[in-house]
Each structure stands twice: as C-alpha cells, then as structure tokens.
C-alpha cells in the first residue's frame, strides 16, 4: 500500500496529531489491524518531547488521541524528539 491511499482511520489520526503538535518533524500513522482501524502504529518525532520522559511523551500522544483511542483495540507508540 502506497503512501498516498492512506485509510481514513490513519488520514484522520495524522490530522488530529498535526493539529496537537503543531512543532513535529515528522509523524506517520499505520493500520496495523488490516485496514479494520481496531489497532495502530504512531511515529512522531517532535520538538514537543524534548527533555520528557517516554512515559510522557506517550501521555501527551495518549491525550491527544482521548477520543479516538476509545474506538480502538490497541495502540503502539513510537515517540522522539528531533536530533
């Protein structure tokens, strides 16, 4: 699957993250549940977590995604600051 057919879960997960770190470098959204949208990955890379823990880092994404995480099964979370 190409980048640019993104399912709408991911579209819209990527949406909601831009707008809560509006300072990331870089942020991908996968559905790792064959498209369903039950589970996903999330790579952010943000200036935001800069000096935070991971748990932290993992908190703020938490947050941000409130809403829609209710409607999933799982989440995986890769976050980093910028080198």
Wanted: some cysteine; aromatic content about 6%; charged content about 30%.
């Amino acid at each position: 699957r190409g980048f640019a057919s993104q399912t709408d879960g991911e579209s819209r997960l990527a949406r909601v993250l831009r707008e809560k770190f509006p300072r990331a470098s870089a942020i991908k959204v996968v559905d790792i549940s064959g498209g369903c949208g039950a589970m996903y990955e999330i790579h952010i890379e943000s200036e935001e977590f800069r000096e935070k823990r991971v748990v932290q880092q993992h908190q703020m994404v938490n947050q941000a995604l409130s809403e829609e995480i209710k409607h999933m099964h799982g989440l995986r979370i890769f976050t980093s600051a910028p080198k």
